[in-house]
């Protein structure tokens, strides 16, 4: 029930004085790389990050119903409620920070799709924004992993799907395409 902020986040991540493994030897999602690369947006903009993603990103792909919970408290029109199980039944089960980047996004099934249709037809971005999201890692060692700049790309019964799922406290989300086929998802749960 403790509300947290941005500021305290980055705060948090600044007092971490050593890495897991050396950098380019392992890799391991962090949420904290997201909340920093929101951070270096923001210095690179100078705007805040979500003023930014607003007039950049979601304005000129049509993404007329999606905004970044900076303000949990605020009221959105239409939001779904998120509730999970409890002992006596169901509890309403409401993120309460106000941390951008790894996560926080206020969003609707079409336009997520209006997001993912932006990787076939670039006009947020172009084409070399789509390469440069889709390029997974590779490892100093040549391990190629599945994860590129926000996305999972993998092989699926020979298909190569590009995807990310999340979940915080009473949702969860998907959001995959299978580009060869030009076929996107968006599921909102």
């Not at 980055?10 to 050593?18: C, D, E, G, N, V």
């Not at 992993?145 to 915080?168: I, K, P, Q």
Request: proline share 6%; aromatic share 10%; glycine share 10%.
């Amino acid at each position: 029930t403790r509300r947290y902020a941005q500021d305290e986040i980055t705060a948090l991540i600044a007092l971490q004085r050593a890495t897991d493994f050396a950098p380019g030897t392992e890799y391991s999602y962090s949420n904290s790389h997201y909340v920093l690369a929101a951070r270096i947006v923001e210095r690179a903009a100078g705007e805040p990050f979500t003023a930014y993603t607003a007039r950049a990103i979601f304005a000129p792909l049509g993404m007329t119903r999606t905004r970044w919970r900076d303000d949990y408290t605020r009221p959105v029109p239409g939001r779904a409620r998120g509730w999970s199980p409890a002992d006596s039944g169901w509890q309403l089960d409401t993120p309460s920070e106000d941390v951008v980047g790894h996560g926080g996004l206020l969003t609707t099934v079409p336009d997520l799709l209006r997001w993912q249709a932006n990787f076939a037809r670039p006009s947020v971005g172009g084409p070399a924004f789509v390469a440069e999201m889709e390029r997974v890692g590779v490892l100093a060692n040549g391990r190629v992993t599945d994860y590129a700049l926000g996305l999972e790309v993998e092989l699926v019964h020979g298909e190569r799907v590009v995807s990310h799922g999340g979940w915080t406290q009473g949702y969860k989300s998907y959001v995959g395409r299978v580009p060869a086929r030009g076929v996107a998802v968006a599921l909102l749960c």
